[in-house]
């Protein structure tokens, strides 16, 4: 049985843009709510809060937003490629949503907190092994005090490294659905019980559930990220070369000046011939005749 990769855009909005008791599952396993604050119901809203900007990557994003019982507001990102003005526009986005909460005439007591989640396909902190960054605002002089209100949480996939083949953690669970989906077939032939959840999610990444056009536009998206990452990789070489030859070209000029400045030390202590000069430093005889 083929079963699709639910990062994809299609496959994505199926599972988690449709059904609410996955979505529950999914939020409440990877957000940091705490014991006694977890989501209970959810209603789905509209995803579109701001249009995109020509400069970000048009094909790499997903979203799903809801709200739940307690008014609090969720925004769920898959984004396939990173791009560090990602950062602000996850940022943008939570401001967004946690303005549009009040009318004119309400009062800022009424604000809930908005949680944004960006599952990443990809690294952008190369400096840490972490694969889960929460950020909240907070007193740099008591950690312990903070302000609610928005809370980034950004999950670095590709850092994600399966540790025991048997942990049952819901978060785990999740994480393994998103990136290591043979992982959670081998536990079921090892009869190894899952939530219903998941074994939800994973019957709706079935081939066998979509349409020839749906599976041909799960195709086209495909595609699509991979020509970007292309693009962006060709981009990335094409500037690193630019950086390499300016900086040699900028070498090479400052190491032709070093020889012109030890040549003409060299001439004005008199103690060498121009030719002698010439040999040592590299320089022809009219450019010492020069100095």
Same mark, same amino acid.
């Given at each position: 049985?083929?079963?699709?990769? *639910?990062?994809?855009? @299609?496959?994505?909005?199926?599972?988690?843009?449709?059904?609410?008791?996955?979505?529950?599952?999914?939020?409440?396993? @990877?957000? *940091?709510?705490?014991?006694?604050?977890?989501?209970?119901?959810?209603?789905?809203?509209?995803? &579109?809060?701001?249009? &995109?900007?020509?400069?970000?990557?048009?094909?790499?994003?997903?979203?799903?937003?809801?709200?739940?019982?307690?008014?609090?507001?969720?925004?769920?990102?898959?984004?396939?490629?990173?791009?560090?003005?990602?950062?602000?526009?996850?940022?943008?986005?939570?401001?967004?949503?946690?303005?549009?909460?009040?009318?004119?005439?309400?009062?800022?007591?009424? @604000?809930?907190?908005?949680?944004?989640?960006?599952?990443?396909?990809?690294?952008?902190?190369?400096?840490?092994? #972490?694969?889960?960054?929460?950020?909240?605002?907070?007193?740099?002089?008591?950690?312990?005090?903070? !302000?609610?209100?928005?809370?980034?949480?950004?999950? #670095?996939?590709?850092?994600?490294?399966?540790?025991?083949?048997?942990?049952?953690?819901?978060?785990? @669970?999740?994480?393994?659905?998103?990136?290591?989906? &043979?992982?959670?077939?081998?536990?079921?032939?090892?009869?190894?019980?899952?939530?219903? #959840?998941?074994?939800?999610?994973?019957?709706?990444?079935?081939?066998?559930?979509?349409?020839?056009?749906?599976?041909?536009?799960?195709?086209?998206?495909?595609?699509?990220?991979?020509?970007?990452?292309?693009?962006?990789?060709?981009?990335?070489?094409?500037?690193?070369?630019?950086?390499?030859?300016?900086?040699?070209?900028?070498? &090479?000029?400052?190491?032709?000046?070093?020889?012109?400045?030890?040549?003409?030390?060299?001439?004005?202590?008199?103690?060498?011939?121009?030719?002698? !000069?010439?040999?040592?430093?590299?320089?022809?005889?009219?450019?010492?005749?020069?100095?």
């Amino acid at each position: 049985m083929r079963y699709l990769d *639910p990062k994809n855009d @299609l496959i994505f909005k199926r599972v988690f843009g449709e059904h609410p008791n996955i979505t529950i599952s999914f939020l409440n396993a @990877l957000l *940091p709510l705490g014991d006694g604050n977890e989501i209970i119901s959810i209603e789905y809203m509209q995803t &579109e809060l701001v249009p &995109e900007k020509p400069h970000l990557i048009k094909n790499s994003i997903v979203d799903v937003r809801c709200k739940d019982s307690f008014e609090r507001q969720f925004i769920v990102e898959m984004q396939m490629i990173w791009a560090e003005t990602f950062k602000y526009r996850v940022l943008f986005n939570a401001s967004k949503t946690f303005v549009r909460q009040l009318q004119k005439t309400e009062d800022y007591i009424k @604000l809930k907190t908005v949680y944004a989640l960006s599952l990443i396909d990809d690294t952008f902190d190369k400096e840490s092994e #972490e694969s889960y960054h929460h950020y909240k605002l907070t007193n740099q002089n008591d950690l312990t005090k903070t !302000i609610d209100g928005m809370e980034l949480i950004f999950v #670095e996939l590709p850092k994600y490294k399966l540790k025991n083949l048997n942990d049952k953690k819901l978060n785990i @669970l999740w994480l393994r659905y998103l990136t290591e989906m &043979e992982k959670l077939m081998d536990m079921q032939k090892a009869n190894i019980s899952l939530p219903e #959840e998941i074994l939800q999610a994973i019957e709706l990444t079935h081939e066998s559930n979509y349409t020839p056009e749906q599976l041909a536009a799960y195709d086209k998206y495909i595609d699509a990220i991979r020509t970007e990452k292309t693009l962006i990789a060709d981009a990335e070489a094409r500037g690193e070369a630019k950086g390499e030859a300016r900086g040699q070209a900028k070498g &090479e000029a400052k190491g032709e000046a070093r020889l012109r400045l030890t040549a003409k030390n060299f001439k004005t202590l008199g103690l060498l011939t121009n030719q002698q !000069i010439a040999d040592a430093t590299g320089l022809s005889i009219s450019e010492i005749n020069s100095l």
